[in-house]
């Protein structure tokens, strides 16, 4: 969480070292005669019709030719990305080639099922030509084709645009496929066969309407499924011509399971973090003094006494810095007071400034020590994890976020399994991530397949899926964020409704980490989420007014009042809200709090 008191960088400016700088790929070997230039608009003829930019528009000068070119501005968190996606067959030979003109520019493709390519130029005070080739994979039917800048180095432009190559086979979709059978069901996932379709290069999987995994081959285990809940399944075949029909349906069970300790929260949750060791702008809150409102109450912040060590202290705030603070047996004292009322007080270990690298067995156990001391001593109901900056990221060799192999991570997740067992079914557990840990991971993860990339991109979700059965809470904080895309494959940005039901959506429905349709982020429940934002313009980037908090409420948990996003479904379970922070919302009038009460009562 952002403290104001301190100058904290926009976490997009982490975006800066996020993509491999590539080098220029060899020229592919002459178009046949029977290829065709599969690019939708690449002349930027009609304006922006068929490509989707961050920040693009057409102008009339320059252009190579015609009447029109793109003309994008990277920003420090954007580098300006136009694309498109493209039709392709299987096992085929293409040539992507365009002009542009500006420093720093690059061509190139994505998704190709074999090696991604692109080309660059440093600088091209006019026109120059870029080109690219590539071979689709065997299984291969979309590619994606893009243009884009480097971070803050002004504008560039792009002109005739192509992709030439054998166009999309012209036959049929498969045949529908059959015999879809339940095979193995747990309390959070459902195991399916079907038989296999000829022509079929990979299969669909729907969950009761919603697709959400591609299988390459005749089985699929469907996870982040809800405990004693009916699902209705179906199947569909794919190649290079279309979708088949959907297959019957089949209904799958899931056995009882554990509720992550959720139960001991109300139906919708107002949580917010409670400035208890450090003092800035927004005053000092006595705990005695923050509202029923408040469900669960994160106390910011225990930070360890290095980076490394794992000794988490949680020191309060000095009279000195905090002349109204109160004595420690009133703070006790308002803990139980709170507890009793049916609120939870937890200690929330991190923040800006509270760099946690468990990078050894021994600083693992120094954090479930101390963190346990703290806990008793304060008589606290659990814990809070606000890993930021630095904490947390992943070694070049550590590609699965479901089979994590980074010491931090690993050591991470075993000391909160740790903590979970010592205190029982009632401890509770949250998660507050930023975008850049969590929903980025949609495009990239960790360095990447080819290296280069920020390794810290991603890095929470091998945390979350570990402790998904022991999660109460994840609330990303959705905000001090970059542009992130969401699953309708546009960029979102701060600052209005849209951004959050984007991003809340991308955690209830479940996302291909890295684009790798067989490598799937599961769905959180509904009632594991809250959607984090700060209280106040004063409190944090990405401030929504009372309004747009109640349009993405309506959104997500009625599919009512929406905007262009279109949800995967509708979750009227979802748990509520989270806020930077209570203080900052005290100072502003309780403008977070009131919004809350109004909505849900």
Same mark, same amino acid.
């Given at each position: 969480?952002?403290?104001?008191?301190?100058?904290?960088?926009?976490?997009?400016?982490?975006?800066?070292?996020?993509?491999?700088?590539?080098?220029?790929? #060899?020229?592919?070997?002459? #178009?046949?005669?029977?290829?065709?230039?599969?690019?939708?608009?690449?002349?930027?003829?009609?304006?922006?019709?068929?490509?989707?930019?961050?920040?693009?528009?057409?102008?009339?000068?320059?252009?190579?030719?015609?009447?029109?070119?793109?003309?994008?501005?990277?920003?420090?968190?954007?580098?300006?990305?136009?694309?498109?996606?493209?039709?392709?067959?299987?096992?085929?030979?293409?040539?992507?080639?365009?002009?542009?003109?500006?420093?720093?520019?690059?061509?190139?493709?994505?998704?190709?099922?074999?090696?991604?390519?692109?080309?660059?130029?440093?600088?091209?005070?006019?026109?120059?030509? &870029?080109?690219?080739?590539?071979?689709? $994979?065997?299984?291969?039917?979309?590619?994606?084709?893009?243009?884009?800048?480097?971070?803050?180095?002004?504008?560039?432009? #792009?002109?005739?645009?192509?992709?030439?190559?054998?166009?999309?086979?012209?036959?049929?979709?498969?045949?529908?496929?059959?015999?879809?059978?339940?095979?193995?069901?747990?309390?959070?996932?459902?195991?399916?066969?079907?038989?296999?379709?000829?022509?079929?290069?990979?299969?669909?999987?729907?969950?009761?309407?919603?697709?959400?995994?591609? /299988?390459?081959?005749?089985?699929?285990?469907?996870?982040?499924?809800?405990?004693?809940?009916?699902?209705?399944?179906?199947?569909?075949?794919?190649?290079?011509?279309?979708?088949?029909? +959907?297959?019957?349906?089949?209904?799958?069970?899931?056995?009882?399971?554990?509720?992550?300790?959720?139960?001991?929260?109300?139906?919708?949750? &107002?949580?917010?973090?409670?400035?208890?060791?450090?003092?800035?702008?927004?005053?000092?809150?006595?705990?005695?003094?923050?509202?029923?409102?408040?469900?669960?109450?994160?106390?910011?912040?225990?930070?360890?006494?290095?980076?490394?060590?794992?000794?988490? +202290?949680?020191?309060?705030?000095?009279?000195?810095?905090?002349?109204?603070?109160?004595?420690?047996?009133?703070?006790?004292? /308002?803990?139980?007071?709170?507890?009793? /009322?049916?609120?939870?007080?937890?200690?929330?270990?991190? $923040?800006?400034?509270?760099?946690?690298?468990?990078?050894?067995?021994?600083?693992?156990?120094?954090?479930?020590?101390?963190?346990?001391?703290?806990?008793?001593?304060?008589?606290?109901?659990?814990?809070?994890?606000?890993?930021?900056?630095?904490?947390?990221?992943?070694? /070049?060799?550590?590609?699965?976020?479901?089979?994590?192999?980074?010491?931090?991570?690993?050591?991470?997740?075993?000391?909160?399994?740790?903590?979970?067992? +010592?205190?029982?079914?009632?401890?509770?557990?949250?998660?507050?991530?930023?975008?850049?840990?969590?929903?980025?991971?949609?495009?990239?993860?960790?360095?990447?397949?080819?290296?280069?990339?920020?390794?810290?991109?991603?890095?929470?979700?091998?945390?979350?899926?570990? &402790?998904?059965?022991?999660?109460?809470?994840?609330?990303?904080?959705?905000?001090?964020?970059?542009?992130?895309?969401?699953?309708?494959?546009?960029?979102?940005?701060?600052?209005?409704?849209?951004?959050?039901? #984007?991003?809340?959506?991308?955690?209830?429905?479940?996302?291909?980490?890295?684009?790798?349709?067989?490598?799937?982020?599961?769905?959180?429940?509904?009632?594991?989420?809250?959607?984090?934002?700060?209280?106040?313009?004063?409190?944090?980037?990405?401030?929504?007014?009372?309004?747009?908090?109640?349009?993405?409420?309506?959104?997500?948990?009625?599919?009512?009042?929406?905007?262009?996003?279109?949800?995967?479904?509708?979750?009227?379970?979802?748990? $509520? &809200?989270?806020?930077?922070?209570?203080?900052?919302?005290?100072?502003?009038?309780?403008?977070?709090?009131?919004?809350?009460?109004?909505?849900?009562?």
């Amino acid at each position: 969480m952002d403290r104001p008191r301190r100058t904290r960088p926009v976490l997009a400016a982490l975006t800066a070292a996020l993509l491999a700088v590539p080098g220029i790929t #060899a020229l592919s070997s002459a #178009a046949r005669a029977a290829d065709a230039d599969l690019a939708q608009n690449g002349g930027f003829e009609s304006g922006l019709d068929g490509w989707s930019c961050t920040a693009g528009t057409t102008v009339g000068s320059p252009v190579h030719s015609g009447g029109s070119a793109l003309q994008a501005t990277p920003a420090g968190s954007d580098n300006a990305q136009c694309a498109q996606t493209v039709t392709v067959q299987p096992d085929a030979q293409y040539t992507l080639s365009g002009y542009v003109r500006g420093s720093y520019v690059y061509l190139g493709a994505s998704g190709t099922g074999t090696t991604d390519v692109s080309a660059w130029t440093q600088s091209a005070p006019d026109w120059q030509r &870029l080109t690219t080739g590539f071979r689709t $994979g065997p299984a291969t039917t979309k590619v994606t084709i893009y243009t884009h800048g480097w971070y803050g180095t002004g504008a560039y432009y #792009a002109d005739d645009v192509s992709l030439v190559g054998p166009g999309a086979s012209a036959g049929q979709p498969p045949a529908a496929p059959t015999g879809l059978t339940v095979t193995a069901v747990t309390s959070s996932s459902a195991t399916l066969s079907w038989s296999a379709v000829t022509g079929a290069t990979s299969y669909a999987v729907f969950r009761d309407g919603a697709k959400v995994q591609t /299988a390459s081959g005749t089985s699929a285990t469907v996870t982040g499924l809800s405990p004693s809940t009916a699902y209705g399944f179906q199947v569909a075949a794919v190649n290079a011509a279309g979708e088949s029909a +959907r297959s019957a349906a089949v209904t799958a069970t899931t056995t009882a399971g554990s509720s992550g300790g959720t139960s001991q929260l109300p139906a919708h949750a &107002l949580v917010g973090y409670l400035h208890a060791s450090f003092a800035n702008g927004s005053g000092y809150t006595r705990l005695a003094d923050v509202p029923d409102s408040w469900d669960v109450i994160d106390l910011a912040f225990g930070e360890p006494t290095s980076a490394t060590s794992g000794d988490i +202290r949680f020191t309060r705030c000095p009279v000195t810095e905090c002349p109204n603070a109160e004595s420690d047996a009133d703070f006790k004292a /308002a803990i139980r007071a709170k507890q009793a /009322a049916g609120k939870k007080v937890l200690i929330s270990i991190g $923040g800006q400034n509270g760099q946690v690298q468990l990078t050894t067995t021994a600083a693992r156990d120094a954090f479930v020590s101390s963190v346990s001391d703290i806990i008793d001593t304060y008589g606290l109901d659990g814990l809070d994890i606000d890993f930021e900056g630095h904490s947390l990221s992943l070694n /070049a060799d550590d590609t699965d976020f479901k089979n994590p192999k980074t010491p931090v991570i690993v050591n991470l997740i075993s000391a909160l399994k740790t903590l979970k067992a +010592r205190y029982g079914a009632k401890f509770v557990l949250t998660m507050a991530p930023e975008t850049f840990f969590v929903q980025m991971g949609y495009q990239y993860y960790g360095t990447g397949k080819w290296g280069g990339q920020d390794p810290r991109c991603g890095a929470y979700l091998p945390v979350i899926y570990a &402790l998904r059965d022991d999660l109460t809470l994840l609330h990303v904080q959705d905000y001090n964020s970059g542009p992130i895309m969401g699953l309708d494959n546009q960029y979102h940005s701060m600052g209005g409704a849209d951004f959050h039901i #984007a991003m809340t959506d991308m955690l209830l429905t479940g996302f291909p980490v890295a684009g790798d349709p067989n490598n799937v982020f599961p769905p959180l429940r509904p009632d594991q989420v809250a959607i984090g934002m700060p209280a106040s313009t004063n409190a944090g980037n990405g401030y929504v007014a009372p309004a747009e908090v109640v349009k993405t409420l309506d959104c997500l948990t009625k599919k009512s009042n929406c905007g262009s996003y279109p949800t995967h479904g509708t979750w009227p379970a979802l748990r $509520g &809200l989270m806020t930077w922070s209570v203080n900052w919302d005290r100072y502003s009038n309780w403008e977070f709090q009131k919004t809350f009460d109004g909505y849900f009562g």
